[in-house]
């Protein structure tokens, strides 16, 4: 027994209908693809030719008025520290002395011999 395969226009009909959207969206794909690098290679471009105009900065002015704030910066750290060291020792001062008056003022309150 000889068994062949006949293609019917309709077997071809379909077979093309088949493959035909595979191939269109291939070529969709691959020019979407392409416009999407050629726009790339462009911002690229212009990057590349912002960076070769690109001028060097003299910065040195900056990092010397840094070095001046820095310096004031410390100053007024190390005057804080010290004018709180003063706030301390006279609240200390303040508290000795007012504990001193009171006692003063008690004894002499308790002193009095109306005052029992």
Do not use: H
Request: charged share 20%; net charge negative.
């Amino acid at each position: 027994m000889n068994k062949t395969l006949q293609i019917t226009p309709a077997m071809m009909l379909g077979i093309i209908l088949t493959i035909a959207p595979m191939i269109v969206g291939s070529i969709w794909t691959a020019s979407n693809l392409y416009s999407r690098l050629e726009v790339t290679e462009k911002i690229a471009a212009n990057n590349v030719d912002a960076i070769a105009n690109f001028q060097e900065t003299d910065t040195s002015q900056l990092q010397e008025r840094i070095a001046k704030l820095e310096a004031q910066l410390n100053s007024i750290e190390q005057t804080t520290s010290l004018i709180n060291e003063k706030i301390n020792d006279t609240e200390s001062s303040i508290t000795i002395w007012a504990e001193k008056e009171f006692k003063k003022l008690y004894d002499i309150v308790n002193k009095n011999p109306l005052s029992q």
